[in-house]
């Protein structure tokens, strides 16, 4: 089994800045993809970001264009998402994915594996 938790959620003021990790545990961990997703109350989840394995391909979602960076750091098997310029609909539970294949996914039914999420709200 993979354990996914994720942490660094919080309050933040709009146009503030916050810092996810994921820290993966359980079995060896090398899965090719790793995903951010977010729920807002109300709507559905939504993709965020993701990365492959190596750091070389990343995709990010319209949204969070140019504010966020999603990065790795292997050795910890910790993933992190940064989200600048934060804004009033950044808020929701922020969720860390992995998947075992080899292409970068924005779906969410392509993830294998899921973290319990971590609260983001963004006040005004």
């Known amino acids: 089994q993979v354990q996914l938790v994720e942490s660094g959620g919080g309050l933040v003021r709009a146009g503030g800045s916050l810092r996810l990790s994921c820290a993966a545990s359980g079995r060896t961990f090398t899965w090719p993809v790793m995903g951010w997703f977010r729920q807002a109350p109300g709507k559905d989840g939504e993709f965020v970001a993701a990365m492959s394995w190596s750091g070389g391909n990343t995709d990010y979602a319209e949204s969070v264009k140019g504010r966020a960076t999603i990065s790795r750091d292997k050795a910890k098997n910790t993933t992190y998402l940064q989200v600048n310029s934060l804004k009033l609909e950044d808020t929701a539970v922020y969720y860390c994915?992995?998947?075992?294949?080899?292409?970068?996914?924005?779906?969410?039914?392509?993830?294998?594996?899921w973290g319990q999420g971590t609260q983001v709200t963004v006040s005004s």
């Open positions: 994915a992995a998947r075992s294949g080899v292409r970068i996914s924005t779906l969410s039914d392509e993830y294998d594996y």
